[in-house]
């Protein structure tokens, strides 16, 4: 292939084009409400309900610190929730010269995941408690077909965040009590993505014809030659992996109203992380040897070429979360609610460096706003062994139309759940619990690959939650 042009529009648009769209592929996996509150079977039963004010389960030792006052003894706790979540996406994709995306819609892109908890608290005299717990606050998976017409914005996003908290509280009074927890947050993320090299190179011709660097003349018959060696459907792939270690906390207070009533307030930081990781590229044969051709070599200038192995970082920040919780309890049953914010508005936008230095800086702008969690339920104490749960739920996204990515296709949810618990000796004790979760309609509205490739439909969500816990006091 001949490509006789004297100035250099592949240098650094190049890597802007096709490496930005897998290095900046943490953006997605941070896309949408990822935030997990499944570390209770027992609280799962009454969809979350009481869950910071209840006190009888060890979970409080990261849901409100303060509400370890109500333990007694030593506590051993181990949960794991199994989440299975189906999406299935409808609509159509253009290119960037709007020409429509061969594929299909990419399958059910949901997975079923376990999400585990381990927790153990201990009362240290009359007046404090302290805890030690593992739990996942944050993760989400989907995995689309590979050649599904949407993969230039996304293939697989495989994302999670690892807590381990410390706590402690301290009974100021008999109906007060105070606690505060620090948390160490180890994060990962995997993702893939397709890359578009037939609208790459389309489009680093038009820019240089529009910056003046060649002639309209030169530009077609360039045009012309570049398509008849890299079609469309000319495809590759790029992987994102990357992880850090950060640091948070977390303060909680728990008020005795009465003698059956409990309020709760909890508070837990914002921690900020930047994840590190390598982007790795495969390429078809034909792009192989465009970028092999001499004379495309001089045009990509000196220092490291496009489609490369290379390093990058993203800053991202786990939001902060508010929540109140208040619990009645009876001699034949138990009541609560819980209202949770979350301050998903300081993911604002997303900006990812570059070790290799013909890569400037990218920014993507995001714009999330805040989100909100309430539910109601409560428990019914058939015996002194047997305890039916029950509660439901409203969960609502932060993202919007216009920007909802399809890695995870969020939308507002409804929770309906269902939950048991045994109480096989004074020690002893088992909990399940089960919720379905109905989901939105998530709209996508015309979200853009990096290639300015366009998706624009429609994801059917739906979700299922079973969770079981076994518990040792001594």
């Given at each position: 292939?001949?490509?006789?042009?004297?100035?250099r529009?592949?240098?650094?648009?190049?890597?802007?084009?096709?490496i930005?769209?897998?290095?900046?592929?943490?953006?997605a996996?941070?896309?949408?409400?990822f935030?997990?509150?499944?570390?209770s079977?027992?609280?799962l039963?009454?969809?979350?309900?009481?869950?910071?004010?209840a006190?009888?389960?060890?979970?409080?030792?990261?849901?409100?610190?303060?509400?370890?006052?109500?333990l007694?003894?030593?506590v051993?706790?181990?949960?794991?929730?199994?989440i299975?979540?189906?999406?299935?996406?409808?609509?159509?994709a253009?290119?960037?010269q709007?020409?429509?995306?061969?594929?299909?819609?990419?399958?059910?892109?949901?997975?079923t995941?376990?999400?585990?908890?381990?927790?153990?608290?201990?009362?240290?005299?009359?007046?404090?408690?302290?805890?030690?717990?593992?739990?996942?606050?944050f993760?989400?998976?989907?995995d689309?077909?590979?050649?599904w017409?949407?993969?230039?914005?996304?293939i697989?996003?495989?994302?999670?965040?690892?807590?381990?908290t410390?706590s402690?509280?301290?009974?100021?009074t008999?109906?007060f009590a105070?606690?505060v927890?620090?948390?160490?947050?180890?994060?990962?993320a995997?993702l893939?993505?397709?890359i578009?090299y037939?609208t790459?190179?389309?489009?680093?011709?038009?820019?240089?014809?529009a910056?003046?660097?060649?002639?309209?003349?030169?530009?077609?018959?360039?045009?012309t030659?570049?398509?008849t060696?890299?079609?469309?459907?000319?495809d590759?792939?790029?992987?994102i992996?990357?992880?850090?270690?950060a640091?948070?906390?977390?303060?909680?207070?728990?008020?005795?109203?009465?003698?059956n009533?409990?309020?709760?307030l909890?508070?837990?930081s914002?921690?900020?992380?930047?994840?590190?990781?390598?982007?790795n590229?495969?390429?078809?044969?034909?792009?192989?040897?465009?970028?092999?051709n001499?004379t495309?070599?001089a045009?990509?200038?000196?220092?490291?070429?496009?489609?490369?192995?290379?390093?990058?970082?993203?800053?991202?920040?786990?939001p902060?979360?508010?929540t109140a919780?208040?619990?009645?309890?009876?001699v034949k049953?138990g009541?609560?609610?819980?209202?949770?914010?979350?301050?998903?508005?300081?993911?604002?936008?997303?900006?990812?460096?570059?070790s290799?230095?013909?890569?400037?800086p990218t920014?993507?702008?995001?714009?999330?706003?805040?989100?909100?969690?309430?539910?109601?339920?409560?428990?019914?104490y058939?015996?002194?062994?047997?305890?039916?749960?029950?509660g439901?739920?409203?969960?609502?996204?932060?993202?919007?139309?216009?920007?909802?990515?399809?890695?995870?296709?969020?939308?507002?949810?409804?929770?309906l759940?269902?939950?048991?618990?045994?109480?096989?000796?004074?020690?002893?004790?088992?909990?399940?619990?089960y919720?379905?979760?109905?989901?939105?309609?998530?709209h996508?509205?015309?979200?853009?690959?990096?290639?300015?490739?366009?998706?624009?439909?429609?994801?059917?969500?739906?979700?299922n939650?079973?969770?079981?816990?076994?518990?040792?006091?001594?």
């Amino acid at each position: 292939m001949q490509m006789n042009v004297r100035t250099r529009p592949l240098a650094a648009a190049a890597l802007s084009l096709a490496i930005a769209g897998a290095l900046v592929a943490p953006q997605a996996a941070q896309a949408s409400a990822f935030q997990l509150k499944e570390n209770s079977a027992k609280a799962l039963g009454r969809a979350f309900a009481g869950s910071a004010a209840a006190g009888d389960d060890a979970s409080v030792i990261v849901n409100n610190p303060a509400a370890m006052s109500l333990l007694k003894g030593n506590v051993f706790q181990a949960d794991v929730t199994g989440i299975n979540f189906s999406t299935k996406f409808h609509g159509t994709a253009t290119d960037a010269q709007g020409r429509p995306i061969s594929g299909g819609n990419g399958g059910d892109a949901g997975t079923t995941i376990p999400v585990p908890a381990l927790y153990f608290a201990t009362q240290v005299g009359d007046k404090w408690h302290f805890g030690l717990a593992a739990t996942a606050p944050f993760g989400f998976k989907t995995d689309y077909d590979n050649d599904w017409k949407g993969r230039y914005n996304a293939i697989k996003s495989d994302f999670k965040s690892f807590d381990f908290t410390l706590s402690a509280s301290y009974d100021v009074t008999d109906d007060f009590a105070v606690g505060v927890s620090a948390i160490a947050q180890k994060t990962s993320a995997e993702l893939t993505s397709a890359i578009n090299y037939n609208t790459v190179g389309l489009g680093l011709i038009q820019r240089a014809a529009a910056a003046g660097q060649i002639s309209p003349a030169v530009a077609r018959a360039l045009a012309t030659q570049y398509a008849t060696v890299v079609p469309p459907g000319s495809d590759g792939i790029a992987r994102i992996k990357g992880d850090d270690w950060a640091y948070g906390w977390q303060v909680g207070g728990l008020w005795k109203l009465t003698e059956n009533d409990r309020l709760s307030l909890a508070y837990r930081s914002k921690i900020k992380h930047t994840l590190e990781g390598t982007g790795n590229f495969t390429m078809p044969s034909n792009v192989t040897a465009v970028l092999s051709n001499p004379t495309v070599g001089a045009l990509l200038g000196s220092g490291q070429p496009p489609f490369t192995h290379t390093d990058g970082q993203a800053g991202f920040t786990t939001p902060s979360v508010a929540t109140a919780s208040f619990w009645h309890q009876d001699v034949k049953f138990g009541l609560g609610f819980d209202l949770s914010w979350t301050k998903w508005d300081s993911f604002e936008n997303l900006t990812v460096n570059y070790s290799n230095p013909n890569q400037p800086p990218t920014s993507e702008r995001y714009g999330w706003r805040n989100s909100y969690f309430l539910s109601a339920g409560g428990e019914y104490y058939l015996s002194d062994r047997f305890t039916l749960r029950g509660g439901v739920a409203v969960d609502s996204t932060p993202t919007y139309d216009d920007t909802r990515s399809p890695r995870v296709p969020d939308s507002t949810r409804k929770w309906l759940a269902f939950g048991i618990g045994y109480k096989a000796s004074d020690r002893f004790e088992i909990n399940a619990g089960y919720a379905h979760i109905f989901v939105n309609k998530a709209h996508i509205g015309g979200v853009n690959s990096s290639t300015n490739d366009r998706l624009v439909g429609e994801n059917d969500d739906k979700g299922n939650l079973l969770s079981v816990s076994a518990k040792y006091q001594f």
